[in-house]
């Protein structure tokens, strides 16, 4: 992935969850925001629903669930740690 993408960020309430998967091809999940350009997956832009990790733990594919475990960690941590393939570019908005 060399494109850098903009992502819309999503405000959530206190408490609700924060992890959004795509319903369309269940492989994306994106933590607080959703990717402007729609799914990189499958292009889809409204068939994103809100998940905690639990959730997606129990019926998200392998990766999928590795993806929202990486999102939680990297987000109650420090953001030292950037990841080495950085897929994530924020843009101000
Ligand atoms: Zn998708």
Redesign the pocket.
């Known amino acids: 992935m060399t494109e850098s993408r903009a992502f819309w960020s999503v405000e959530h309430e206190q408490g609700q969850p924060d992890l959004f998967v ?1 319903m ?2 269940l ?2 999940v994106f933590r607080s925001q959703l990717p402007a350009e729609g ?1 990189p ?2 292009g ?1 832009f409204s ?1 994103y629903e809100a998940f905690t990790l639990e959730d997606i733990q129990q019926w998200g594919t392998e990766e999928l669930i590795h993806k929202a475990q990486r999102l939680s960690v990297t987000c109650s941590r420090s953001e030292n740690e950037t990841s080495p393939s950085s897929e994530i570019e924020e843009s101000p908005s």
């Open positions: 795509c369309k091809c492989s994306e799914c997956t499958c889809s068939s």
